[in-house]
């Protein structure tokens, strides 16, 4: 498949901002799986698509502060460090101009950005000269190997002095990240497991009281992680989707959830899978494992594009996709292009709000 055949024409003032006043006033598109024409309907009409005996499963990983914007040590440029995850010093290759890390540093793989040509050995500062950073190893694509030093605990300093990374495409002035409105919309009410730079953002339109009632009716929920990196915003830039390759996320299924879904499955239920997260982590271990869930943390590269055979998922929730990214390949794969695409059409039409804060779609 080409990858412009996933591309689709959207408004940029239909491009979500800012979250809807309340989490559970998302406008909701229900789209069948294979044939009957659309709805339109509000996130609280949920329980009405689901059956007693299904289940939900939610990524419960936690957005951390982890961009950092500081100087460098030896001029006074700016340089911003995105923390992407936590490393042992044993990944660090011994790059010609790095010294020993201190007792105490933290090795982390980072996005880097700087006007300058970054090499191992230099040196950022960051938190007013609370945390600092030394530059282990380029590794291309702006990622490079940093060890990290703080006076006091790292994740302390980051809550106080770290933005929450949110997506390119939302370009508000009136937010910084360290605080308000971010800081509490743009993290899900059962995150948990502190690790991702990104939300999964169909969990974001959950309260505590759709979950309860959805529970009363039968519909209860389990949950797996997959620590969100930033290659959920980095566009397709080859030509064949088959040329296109995932970075990888780290994730966990717990057992408590295998044996969760191995009992929806035994009483005749569904999986509904809340956001590409949740289907990716379940696909990737029903890949890996002749389509059981079983308990257990990896890696996932998994890239879902038709055409594809879904093993461990019956529907999802989901969110609008970008234009031409692999989330919108793995709808395809679930429902069909030319059909998601039409559903699209009509979404822009009605003027659904798009992308991380905007409306939802099922896909059942």
């Given at each position: 498949m080409l990858t412009s055949d996933l591309d689709y024409e959207l408004p940029p003032e239909l491009i979500a901002q800012?979250?809807?006043a309340t989490r559970a006033q998302a406008r909701l598109l229900v789209l069948p799986r294979t044939e009957g024409t659309w709805a339109h309907r509000r996130i609280t009409d949920l329980p009405q698509y689901v059956r007693p005996g299904d289940l939900l499963i939610l990524n419960d990983t936690r957005v951390f502060p982890a961009r950092l914007q500081g100087t460098w040590a030896d001029t006074p440029g700016a340089v911003e460090f995105l923390l992407i995850e936590p490393l042992a010093a044993s990944e660090a290759v011994e790059s010609v101009g790095a010294t020993k890390p201190p007792a105490g540093s933290e090795t982390w793989l980072c996005m880097c950005g700087s006007g300058r040509r970054v090499r191992p050995g230099l040196h950022a500062r960051f938190a007013g000269g609370r945390v600092t950073g030394e530059i282990r190893e380029a590794r291309g694509g702006g990622r490079v190997v940093a060890c990290l030093t703080a006076v006091r605990p790292l994740a302390e300093l980051l809550e106080e002095h770290g933005q929450v990374?949110?997506?390119?495409?939302i370009r508000r002035?009136?937010?910084?990240?360290?605080?308000?409105?971010?800081?509490t919309r743009y993290q899900t009410v059962f995150a948990r497991e502190r690790g991702a730079v990104a939300a999964p953002t169909a969990g974001l339109h959950?309260?505590?009281e759709l979950l309860a009632q959805l529970a009363a009716q039968g519909v209860p929920h389990a949950f797996v992680t997959l620590h969100v990196g930033p290659g959920t915003f980095q566009p397709v830039q080859v030509d064949q989707l088959d040329d296109h390759r995932m970075e990888s996320e780290r994730y966990t299924i717990t057992m408590a959830t295998a044996e969760a879904i191995a009992a929806c499955r035994?009483?005749?239920?569904?999986?509904?899978?809340?956001?590409?997260?949740?289907?990716?982590?379940?696909e990737t271990v029903a890949a890996r494992h002749g389509g059981a869930i079983v308990a257990g943390s990896g890696r996932s590269e998994l890239f879902i594009r038709p055409p594809y055979t879904f093993q461990a998922v019956d529907a999802i929730l989901t969110n609008?996709?970008?234009?031409?990214?692999?989330?919108?390949?793995?709808?395809?794969?679930?429902?069909?292009?030319e059909r998601l695409l039409a559903a699209y059409r009509e979404a822009v039409q009605q003027e659904y709000r798009f992308f991380s804060y905007g409306d939802a779609m099922l896909l059942a």
């Open positions: 800012e979250p809807p990374p949110v997506p390119p495409y002035t009136h937010d910084d990240g360290r605080g308000g409105l971010d800081r959950f309260t505590p035994a009483r005749g239920g569904r999986v509904v899978a809340v956001g590409s997260t949740s289907v990716r982590t379940l609008f996709h970008l234009p031409r990214s692999t989330l919108l390949a793995m709808m395809a794969a679930f429902v069909g292009r």
